[in-house]
């Protein structure tokens, strides 16, 4: 990937492997062709690890962070917890301040969510200015948000599974 003042420079490595993963995808389908694009990205991501994906759709943004939290207690229960998440959906301004509140409280509660849970969390909820900054950030072929947002997942799933076994390498300054 070229590194230009748009567009962040993006290490990638080989993706780790994750064979036992179990990962949940819960995307947001208020804009068809955009969340295909995101999750066709996310489900290439999670296949190149070895993991496996188990994907549930909600109408909006807003409704990913807590089915999320239902779906995760029920697995704990029934004794097959999630490795990690994905949230897939997309937020286009409009002309009132509903983007500001859904894209602002959609974020924080997956925050809150991970953290609490320390639950590795890839977001791929985009907050855009139009339809056509959304298409370029999900499309596969161009920025590929989806497929990074599970990239990010697995990455914090193996650096969790190294931490757990005393096997994180760090750089010291």
Do not use: W
């Not at 994750?18 to 996310?42: K, M, N, S, T």
Request: charged share 20%.
């Amino acid at each position: 990937m070229v590194s230009t003042p748009n567009t962040p420079r993006r290490e990638s490595g080989p993706a780790p492997v994750l064979r036992d993963a179990r990962i949940l995808v819960v995307e947001a389908r208020f804009y068809d062709h955009i969340a295909d694009e995101l999750l066709a990205g996310a489900h290439a991501a999670i296949a190149a690890a070895g993991a496996r994906a188990v994907t549930v759709t909600v109408p909006g943004a807003l409704e990913i962070p807590g089915t999320m939290a239902i779906l995760l207690e029920a697995a704990e229960r029934a004794g097959e917890p999630y490795d990690a998440v994905v949230a897939l959906g997309c937020v286009i301004r409009g002309e009132t301040g509903h983007y500001d509140i859904v894209a602002g409280e959609s974020a924080r509660a997956l925050m809150d969510l991970s953290v609490a849970l320390r639950l590795p969390l890839g977001n791929g909820i985009l907050t855009v200015e139009t339809e056509a900054q959304a298409l370029a950030r999900a499309r596969v072929a161009e920025m590929n948000k989806g497929g990074g947002a599970a990239e990010a997942a697995l990455a914090i799933l193996a650096l969790k599974r190294a931490a757990e076994a005393g096997s994180v390498a760090g750089v010291e300054a």
